[in-house]
């Protein structure tokens, strides 16, 4: 076998390895439904991880506080700080490594934006990195069906 034919072998074989490794990870990760909700729910709960003693959240804070109080008795929020030990256990449990939002046990929700395109959001990192404070209410609005 000449030595071309077998570097092209090599890097086929590179190649597959890394296609068969990312099709187990998209199956086996967490990933959007890309199905719009539409059963509402009777609730919203929106798990927050933070580093709450750091004080660079305060948008993020405001905005679920607001949230609350404007849908009172329909969504709820907990705070985790995941600097602490049980946080970061609780956050690792949920899949997070970092900053972000489950909201009613989910971090990905398939959305209508302005413009009415269809698009995909992951509720991951700090607000405004991957997702946006409209991203939330139109979430929180989408699953209380209105």
């Not at 590179?14 to 009777?42: D, K, Y």
């Not at 905005?63 to 929020?77: Q, R």
Request: net charge neutral; aromatic share 8%.
């Amino acid at each position: 076998m000449t030595q071309k034919k077998l570097f092209g072998l090599t890097i086929l074989g590179i190649l597959l390895t890394v296609c068969i490794f990312s099709a187990w990870f998209f199956l086996n990760g967490q990933r959007p439904s890309s199905e719009i909700a539409t059963m509402p729910a009777e609730k919203v709960i929106i798990k927050t991880y933070l580093n709450l003693g750091s004080g660079c959240q305060q948008e993020t804070i405001d905005l679920l506080d607001n949230l609350a109080k404007e849908y009172s008795g329909k969504v709820f929020v907990e705070y985790i700080d995941f600097s602490t030990n049980e946080g970061a256990e609780r956050a690792r449990k949920d899949g997070l490594s970092c900053a972000g939002l489950v909201i009613n046990g989910k971090q990905i929700y398939a959305i209508i934006d302005k413009n009415g395109a269809q698009k995909d959001v992951t509720f991951s990192h700090p607000i405004n990195a991957q997702y946006t404070a409209d991203d939330v209410k139109t979430v929180v609005k989408m699953l209380l069906g209105e």
